[in-house]
């Protein structure tokens, strides 16, 4: 083969490849879960939780960190600014009753959810 099919076989292969991924990506479902069930073997993992609004902390810089409880724990779910924008004003109240779907972070040694979108904080009631 020459150097140019060579490279325009890599480039289409390449391709397909990104286009397998990001559909991969854009259907994986989250494992839904209990907070108790939350550690450190899931750290990246994408899961659901659903409970209760416990806490709201409302940083300057638009950032909102929930505390949710659903019985079996509590864990600090972390709303960028961008993400919190998006977010029904109804789903960050004490009180509330949320489904948050995030991935498995850890920050100064607690285990929190981050969500990378708005529509990934649905209030239930």
Same mark, same amino acid.
């Given at each position: /083969?020459?150097?140019?099919?060579?490279?325009?076989?890599?480039?289409?292969?390449?391709?397909?490849?990104? $286009?397998? !991924?990001?559909?991969?990506?854009?259907?994986?479902?989250?494992?839904? /879960?209990?907070?108790?069930? !939350?550690?450190? %073997?899931?750290?990246?993992?994408?899961?659901?939780?659903?409970?209760? $609004?416990?806490? $709201?902390? +409302?940083?300057? +810089?638009?950032? $909102?960190?929930?505390?949710?409880?659903?019985?079996?724990?509590?864990?600090?779910? %972390?709303?960028?600014?961008?993400?919190? =924008?998006?977010?029904?004003?109804?789903?960050?109240?004490?009180? %509330? =009753?949320? %489904?948050?779907?995030?991935?498995?972070?850890?920050?100064?040694?607690?285990?929190?959810?981050?969500?990378?979108?708005?529509?990934?904080?649905?209030? !239930?009631?």
């Amino acid at each position: /083969m020459r150097d140019r099919e060579v490279v325009s076989l890599s480039l289409v292969v390449a391709t397909l490849g990104i $286009v397998t !991924l990001s559909f991969a990506a854009g259907t994986a479902k989250p494992e839904e /879960m209990k907070i108790a069930e !939350l550690s450190g %073997a899931q750290l990246g993992a994408l899961v659901e939780v659903e409970g209760e $609004v416990v806490d $709201v902390k +409302n940083h300057r +810089n638009g950032h $909102v960190f929930l505390r949710l409880s659903d019985g079996t724990g509590e864990v600090k779910v %972390a709303l960028f600014r961008s993400v919190a =924008r998006e977010v029904e004003p109804q789903c960050l109240r004490e009180g %509330a =009753r949320v %489904a948050v779907v995030g991935r498995v972070e850890e920050y100064r040694g607690e285990i929190e959810l981050v969500p990378r979108e708005g529509e990934k904080v649905r209030c !239930l009631r």
